[in-house]
Nanobody
Framework: QLQLVQSGGGLVQPGGSLRLSCAASGFTLTSYAIGWFRQAPGKEREGVSCLSSSDNSTNYADSVKGRFTISRDSAKNTVYLQMNSLQPEDTAVYFC??????????WGQGTQVTVSS
């Protein structure tokens, strides 16, 4: 079965860290562009970070730049989102996405991140 399975997330205090994982099964992530998105209650889904399949270049939303890091472990066929210095406004459901032409698009199931004291 072709799917992305997410893990990680949970409840963390402001200033804390979490790492989200997104593991692919049935296909190889190295040929896919990867994106992390989040959706807070009452808000639209927004892009957080992306990782190119061609040159492994990365991009981040201004709101997370310097705090979040996207990475890929080809051996484990998994991508990660390391989140540091978390703030309450980072609270959301986080989704990973893998896509490539012609198009093949896969979404993870989503994982809740709650930042609260």
């Amino acid at each position: 079965q072709l799917q992305l399975v997410q893990s990680g997330g949970g409840l963390v205090q402001p200033g804390g860290s979490l790492r989200l994982s997104c593991a692919a099964s049935g296909f190889t992530l190295t040929s896919y562009a990867i994106g992390w998105f989040r959706q807070a209650p009452g808000k639209e889904r927004e892009g957080v970070s992306c990782l190119s399949s061609s040159d492994n270049s990365t991009n981040y939303a201004d709101s997370v730049k310097g705090r979040f890091t996207i990475s890929r472990d080809s051996a484990k066929n998994t991508v990660y989102l390391q989140m540091n210095s978390l703030q309450p406004e980072d609270t959301a459901v986080y989704f990973c996405k893998a896509d490539r032409s012609p198009p093949y698009i896969y979404w993870g199931q989503g994982t809740q991140v709650t930042v609260s004291s």
